[in-house]
């Protein structure tokens, strides 16, 4: 159990990252990256000054966030695919705790995080923007994230997130109808607040005094403001053309076979000959390759928990596919209908993602710490079952099916 004074330093340490995250520099690895894909020019050219690392392949866009703040990455046209969101420069924060920040969608890129979209023949336009409160709440869960209680939910950091917002909100008005002795009242009953907040968030030590000075910063107001993609003077917005359509293959001239002509007259008895058909077949067809059918792996679901030292026993609440890679989606809307299975169930895969961290243990209590049969990853497979595609948490298969089985990332 960490002491209060060490809790303290570290979460001083963490608001000085914190800020110097928030600062407005462009990282100079921002702009087109040909690492990301093998680009292709052809239907777009990513400006120079784009604030986030892209690459286009002619087929799917990857964006890269090396920026100190989340971005929502808009993607829109004819034939734009479902975004897939991973980490990828470091990112730690899991997507269930990432979607409270804003829009349930993958399409919101918090730093470190890269998005793959699929993009069709059609026309797509790609826009970036921000919010006040996507970038104080990213701000304060870097900072409260390591002094959670064990088994924390989502809901619970997403209250705290409200609350401290709140607050910051009532330091404002505070400040700005009193004057310099009414100030010192402001930043008391700030401190208050916060303490009061992260108490009744289970978080001990002195993470509440870090809070008030992230709060209490210049830092925090830049962070508040929408202008922060403006300041930095790059292009937000580029645009996807369209494919060419595809042109019918030229048929190549008809050939004569007839002899040239001659000046002198030929006498014959014979018949005449019927006239030559000067006229030759046409081509066949150009023969188009079958596209190849990409990879996919049968996995056995195993819909179980842990119980005491090396046991385990079915879940009563069957194992599903959910449209996005968070736990709770029976609850949240994100669980696809029919999908349901039982242990022994099996269904086809043909890549995975990483996303929120799942586990089979029982976090409320430790007797099942080192049980044999325990699992924790965020990676999710990516299947079909009853019709319907969506992800499944790897922690639900067996263990001989985990590790992403040589499948591509999606």
């Known amino acids: 159990m960490q002491s209060a004074r060490s809790i303290a330093r570290h979460a001083?340490?963490?608001?000085?990252?914190?800020?110097?995250?928030?600062?407005?520099?462009?990282?100079?690895?921002?702009?087109?990256?040909?690492?990301?894909?093998?680009?292709?020019?052809?239907?777009?050219?990513?400006?120079?000054?784009?604030?986030?690392?892209?690459c286009f392949d002619g087929n799917k866009l990857v964006v890269v966030n090396p920026l100190g703040f989340p971005v929502i990455v808009s993607v829109t046209g004819n034939g734009v695919g479902q975004a897939v969101r991973v980490p990828k420069l470091g990112g730690t924060i899991p997507s269930a705790v990432l979607s409270i920040l804003g829009p349930h969608t993958p399409n919101l890129v918090p730093p470190g995080y890269q998005i793959a979209v699929p993009i069709g023949a059609g026309e797509a336009k790609v826009s970036l923007s921000t919010t006040p409160d996507l970038t104080r709440g990213y701000a304060v869960i870097k900072i409260i994230w390591n002094y959670l209680p064990v088994g924390e939910s989502a809901k619970a950091i997403a209250d705290l997130v409200s609350e401290l917002t709140d607050v910051s909100e009532q330091h404002t008005n505070c400040r700005n109808t009193n004057n310099n002795w009414g100030d010192i009242g402001c930043d008391a009953l700030l401190y208050r607040n916060i303490t009061f907040a992260v108490a009744r968030a289970g978080i001990q030590g002195g993470v509440a005094g870090s809070l008030k000075t992230l709060i209490d910063s210049a830092a925090w107001s830049n962070a508040a403001t929408q202008d922060a993609l403006k300041a930095r003077n790059g292009v937000s917005a580029f645009t996807i053309k369209a494919a060419p359509a595809p042109q019918a293959p030229k048929l190549?001239?008809?050939?004569?076979?007839?002899?040239?002509?001659?000046?002198?007259?030929?006498?014959?008895?014979?018949?005449?000959?019927?006239?030559?058909?000067?006229?030759?077949?046409?081509?066949?067809?150009?023969?188009?390759?079958?596209?190849?059918?990409?990879?996919?792996?049968?996995?056995?679901?195993?819909?179980?928990?842990?119980?005491?030292?090396?046991?385990?026993?079915?879940?009563?609440?069957?194992?599903?596919?959910?449209?996005?890679?968070?736990?709770?989606?029976?609850?949240?809307?994100?669980?696809?209908?029919?999908?349901?299975?039982?242990?022994?169930?099996?269904?086809?895969?043909?890549?995975?993602?990483?996303?929120?961290?799942m586990t089979n243990q029982n976090q409320s209590i430790s007797d099942d710490d080192n049980n044999p049969n325990r699992a924790d990853s965020s990676l999710w497979y990516y299947g079909t079952r009853s019709g319907q595609r969506g992800f499944i948490s790897e922690v639900y298969i067996t263990s001989q099916h985990r590790g992403g089985l040589g499948l591509p990332v999606c």
């Open 12 to 54: 001083s340490l963490l608001v000085a990252t914190v800020l110097s995250m928030l600062g407005l520099a462009v990282p100079a690895q921002a702009g087109p990256d040909t690492t990301l894909c093998r680009s292709s020019t052809t239907r777009a050219t990513i400006p120079d000054t784009f604030p986030l690392q892209a």
């Open 252 to 357: 190549p001239p008809a050939q004569s076979n007839q002899p040239p002509p001659s000046n002198l007259p030929v006498v014959t008895n014979n018949p005449p000959s019927p006239a030559p058909n000067h006229t030759q077949p046409l081509p066949p067809p150009p023969v188009t390759a079958p596209a190849p059918t990409p990879p996919s792996r049968t996995i056995t679901v195993q819909n179980k928990y842990l119980v005491g030292a090396s046991g385990m026993a079915e879940d009563s609440i069957p194992a599903y596919l959910s449209s996005r890679m968070e736990p709770r989606c029976r609850v949240n809307g994100c669980m696809l209908d029919g999908t349901e299975m039982a242990s022994g169930d099996t269904i086809t895969v043909t890549c995975y993602a990483h996303g929120a961290a």
